[in-house]
């Protein structure tokens, strides 16, 4: 998929601008705090409805006005053209997709896969494990709309049955009802679970080709699915009965401490955990060749090629590193990558570059 245009009004910084983009390489640079994470934040509300830096869309309207719009036309690789918009006030959002109304958000998640790589996705691979289940989480509902709703279910079987912990911690409900609970909740928690699996088994089948050839090492990494329980097998049966053995303790931290919810991802390297014993230059590997891995399967399992957004990337690789990603970004696709650095040559004439100064977007003759 290709962004051919992008419209903003009153977003972030951008009062009101409209830009043409390349199909190849589109390089976005000027000063910090100019509106380039802003410009690339921007397209990927139009992937996967909301923000990647704020939950909160109120955040996203520029000050001292009340509403912000993006517009996107895409065309896809049949040459088959897309209007998606995003209009949100402080209490009000509506998508429309080709001038139609969505009914629920969640209908856009997909249609325009994005694969998102910036200095917060240390995280990954260095940071809490809740940022290792929004990562993977982020790429399976983007594959697979069965996933989204799976997860959208869970979240809601989750909180009802946390509730319930609470009452039933202040003796207010009988501890029986959290038998039913437990039921809906293990046979919702394995398909997430099952899911989860799978694709890190996709990724264990590449991951070390990528990192061998980013890193210039024979290292070997491998990625594992932590789960909270301990368990070996993971189906809905075997769930529901360790999560019934462990019902008194629930109720004592009145919360649900085993599910999906809770579970990790980990990382090793050369048997290590990356965590914890790997290098920064080690770290940044093995993250350029999960998004480089991410990039492939989202455009394997949904057909269309993602847009890539490489947000100030460049400070965080050296030379090594910045030629593999270049090499790289060359055979995937659309790309937009943000830096303070003016670009010197184009790398195709598929490529452009944009200055971005205080809110405005310049197209930017190579030199």
């Not at 000063?31 to 397209?43: D, P, V, W, Y």
């Not at 704020?54 to 049949?78: C, M, P, V």
Request: charged content about 25%; aromatic content about 8%.
């Amino acid at each position: 998929m290709i962004l051919q245009s992008l419209v903003l009004n009153n977003f972030r910084n951008y009062q009101s601008v409209t830009v043409q983009f390349a199909s190849g390489i589109n390089h976005i640079f000027g000063k910090n705090g100019q509106g380039k994470t802003n410009l690339l934040e921007s397209i990927f509300c139009l992937g996967l409805a909301k923000s990647f830096r704020s939950n909160i869309d109120s955040d996203l309207i520029k000050k001292s006005t009340a509403e912000y719009q993006i517009l996107g036309e895409f065309i896809s690789d049949i040459n088959v053209k897309h209007k998606i918009g995003i209009a949100a006030s402080r209490n009000k959002k509506e998508i429309s997709v080709d001038r139609k109304k969505l009914q629920r958000y969640s209908e856009l998640i997909g249609m325009i896969p994005v694969v998102l790589f910036n200095p917060e996705d240390h995280k990954i691979t260095a940071g809490s494990p809740a940022e290792r289940r929004r990562w993977l989480d982020i790429i399976l509902s983007q594959s697979d709309h069965q996933y989204l709703k799976n997860l959208q279910v869970f979240k809601r079987i989750l909180k009802q049955k946390n509730v319930l912990l609470e009452s039933i911690s202040k003796k207010e409900t009988k501890r029986d009802q959290l038998f039913y609970w437990n039921n809906i909740f293990a046979d919702s928690a394995a398909k997430i679970i099952k899911r989860r699996i799978e694709i890190l088994q996709h990724i264990n089948e590449n991951i070390s080709d990528y990192y061998k050839v980013i890193s210039s090492s024979g290292s070997s990494v491998q990625v594992n699915y932590g789960s909270t329980t301990g368990l070996d097998e993971l189906d809905n049966d075997t769930l529901e009965t360790f999560i019934n053995s462990v019902v008194d303790r629930e109720i004592a931290q009145k919360t649900s401490i085993y599910g999906p919810h809770r579970d990790d991802v980990v990382f090793l390297l050369n048997d290590k955990e990356v965590r914890r014993y790997a290098s920064r230059g080690e770290h940044k590997s093995v993250l350029l060749a999960l998004k480089i891995i991410e990039f492939n399967y989202l455009n394997q399992k949904t057909n269309v090629r993602p847009i890539l957004l490489l947000d100030d990337i460049y400070s965080e690789l050296d030379e090594d590193r910045q030629r593999q990603l270049i090499t790289h970004m060359c055979q995937l696709g659309q790309t937009f990558i943000t830096t303070t650095n003016q670009p010197q040559i184009p790398t195709s004439e598929n490529d452009k570059a944009f200055l971005i100064s205080n809110g405005n977007i310049l197209e930017y003759n190579f030199t």
